[in-house]
């Protein structure tokens, strides 16, 4: 199925622009998608043609070139992605042709055209706008907090619950009182004005004097980008500070002039050297030295190289890769960070990229390239410049940081991208259906399933060059999963934006089991699904188990403030969390022991086996599991020990 879906990609993705025509023409999506406009396709054929012309001489604000060009290189279906267009271009040119009775009630409400309007109370503010723009540690953060810290009232708005904890954390402790608002924790006081949040937990509906939004280049993000944008369009701040790339610059402002609002643009240099050395590690990890980071895009890359680089050092690595809770990350990152551990080498993946304090030496980059979700693409400059630049902070134990690569051959491409002063600004900023919209768009498709009405409003949207809409995969995958579920549809609407994905299996397991609780109104108690293993894993599959026990736990944590008479047991799911959290540490410490590690490598561990079989295994059911599991082995041994 998915490799279907890969191939239907690329036989909708034309090479270049000019063939563009000739793809619409052939597309089975634009044939089906005419006939329900009730349009003959003798009729549509010149328009399509006509439409092509218009994107490719640039002509139409709705459908700019450039994003076209953008999506080609992404490898998206064209064909859907240029349907929006059409279905405008029809109606702005030839609308006589269109007999489809609900189209224009459709057409009405999927016009994105103008979100700054979504959020009047904004609109009726006089708002400053400041971006602090610079590489990765400029001090850009570092200014804006100072502001933050000063006001008395504000919020911050980060990418990580890491980043939301770190910014409450340290303004509590300068004093300066600070609430937390993430997705699964709150922590607030009475006439405390400030919060630290993920930044789609910002509060907008509050005035404030001043709001932060970090990592604003993440505004074109394809997932989360909708967060961003929405926070830059409805702080209801007197001043709103974005910290971030100048990638951002142009955009930001293009979309501040659509709200008559000016940009203050600061701009920051590295506050510390960044050296590239003359060549690579000749593919050998015999130089790899305290303090060096080396950084890799696959799990199991991760663990392979920790092993490798452990056979030669007398030193320890820690690791940090983006599945490992933020928690255990920061927990890696302390004992890396700590010159007194014998964890003085680190290897990770693009994770290190945010979020963390990190006193690394040196980057060596072990791959310039990473799987996009459909192939292996070079890692973009941004991408190597935001990794890159985590070496050598300002006032840590050391000052100039360095770059390499383990192969030789890889040093030109870092080279390469450390060098380009401008890279690419960003295309345009992502938006995100709201329950409104979609409640609309149900009222006219009231036989349409919830997956289905996302599918309507990503092909029926119209939007501005500036804006694109993020992509729902997640949420259709997820509506899909739940759909058999009865549920109004705002409580649906709530889950299939749950952080959570479809395809993890335990997950998804309690992911269905949690919807139906919602459905029933039952109230939910943690423990009858997660119940964790008293000693930490022994292999690395077996601590993807706890990881993915994890995400059930903050799942249920997420739900607990959505639907907190459902999920009301949050003490013992927070108590939980701890608990995996240490299980996980723990975990990670075992995997350095040389004897665990030779049976995992070599795929024969117990743990793997375990793993094997756990997959048909409920989780209630792992210690019981785990107490068969050594009695056979006790078993075994008493076997053997009869045999000699
Ligand atoms: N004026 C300053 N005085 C003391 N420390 C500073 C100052 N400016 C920056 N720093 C410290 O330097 C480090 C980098 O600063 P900051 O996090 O603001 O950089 P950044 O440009 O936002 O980079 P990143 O994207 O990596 O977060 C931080 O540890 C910060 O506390």
Not at 17 to 30: D, K, V
Not at 592 to 597: E, S
């Amino acid at each position: 199925m998915e490799a279907e879906q890969k191939g239907n990609n690329l036989l909708n993705t034309p090479a270049n622009l000019s063939e563009i025509a000739r793809e619409l023409l052939s597309s089975e999506t634009i044939k089906r998608k005419c006939k329900d406009l009730g349009l003959q396709y003798a009729d549509a054929q010149p328009l399509i043609e006509e439409y092509a012309t218009a994107v490719r001489a640039d002509e139409l604000p709705y459908m700019r070139k450039s994003v076209v060009e953008d999506a080609m290189r992404d490898e998206k279906p064209i064909d859907r992605f240029l349907l929006p267009g059409l279905y405008q271009f029809i109606l702005d040119t030839k609308k006589d042709l269109v007999d489809a009775p609900n189209f224009r009630t459709l057409m009405t409400l999927s016009d994105l055209r103008t979100p700054s309007e979504w959020f009047p109370q904004a609109r009726a503010m006089k708002r400053k706008i400041i971006m602090h723009v610079g590489p990765t540690n400029s001090g850009k953060t570092y200014s804006a907090l100072k502001c933050f810290e000063k006001a008395e009232t504000g919020a911050y708005a980060g990418p990580l619950r890491l980043l939301a904890h770190d910014v409450y954390e340290k303004l509590n402790n300068n004093g300066a009182s600070c609430n937390l608002l993430t997705g699964e924790e709150r922590r607030e006081s009475d006439n405390v004005y400030k919060w630290s949040c993920t930044v789609e937990m910002t509060p907008l509906n509050r005035n404030l004097d001043i709001a932060v939004i970090d990592e604003i280049q993440m505004i074109s993000d394809e997932q989360r980008g909708w967060a961003w944008t929405n926070a830059l369009l409805g702080a209801c701040a007197k001043e709103v500070h974005l910290c971030g790339e100048a990638t951002a610059v142009p955009l930001v402002k293009r979309i501040c002039a659509l709200m008559g609002e000016e940009v203050t643009v600061h701009t920051y240099n590295r506050l510390t050297p960044l050296h590239i050395e003359v060549k690579g590690n000749g593919s050998s990890f015999s130089n790899i030295q305290p303090g060096d980071c080396v950084v890799t895009f696959s799990r199991k890359n991760i663990f392979a190289i920790r092993k490798k680089i452990e056979g030669f050092a007398t030193m320890k690595a820690a690791v940090i890769y983006g599945s490992l809770p933020p928690e255990t990350r920061a927990e890696q990152a302390k004992l890396f960070n700590d010159p007194n551990n014998n964890h003085r080498i680190l290897v990770a993946s693009d994770a290190i990229g945010m979020g963390l304090n990190l006193n690394i030496r040196r980057i060596v980059f072990e791959t310039v390239s990473k799987f996009n979700g459909k192939r292996t693409v070079p890692l973009t400059v941004s991408q190597i410049k935001q990794i890159a630049g985590r070496a050598g902070r300002f006032k840590t134990q050391y000052p100039i940081g360095t770059v390499s690569t383990l192969h030789n051959g890889d040093m030109a491409a870092v080279r390469r991208a450390l060098g380009v002063e401008n890279p690419p600004p960003l295309p345009s900023a992502g938006i995100h259906p709201s329950l409104e919209q979609i409640q609309s768009l149900a009222d006219e498709l009231p036989n349409e399933t919830f997956a289905g009405l996302l599918d309507q409003f990503e092909q029926l949207s119209r939007l501005d060059g500036d804006f694109f809409l993020c992509n729902l995969h997640q949420q259709k995958d997820i509506a899909n999963l739940i759909q058999s579920i009865e549920l109004s549809l705002s409580d649906r609407y709530t889950l299939v934006n749950a952080p959570a994905s479809a395809d993890e299996g335990i997950l998804s397991e309690a992911f269905v089991r949690f919807a139906t609780c919602v459905s029933t109104g039952e109230e939910c108690n943690l423990k009858d699904y997660v119940t964790l293993p008293h000693a930490p894993a022994q292999s690395s599959e077996l601590l993807k188990v706890l990881e993915a026990h994890h995400k059930v736990i903050l799942l249920y944590l997420w739900l607990s403030y959505r639907f907190p008479s459902i999920f009301s047991d949050s003490d013992t799911a927070s108590h939980l969390k701890r608990v995996c959290e240490d299980l996980i540490n723990s975990s990670l410490d075992k995997l350095h022991d040389p004897r665990v590690k030779q049976k995992v490598d070599s795929g024969k561990s117990w743990g793997k086996k375990q793993f094997e079989k756990r997959k048909t295994v409920n989780i209630n059911e792992w210690p019981s599991f785990l107490e068969k599991k050594k009695n056979k082995l006790l078993h075994k041994l008493e076997e053997r020990e009869s045999m000699t």
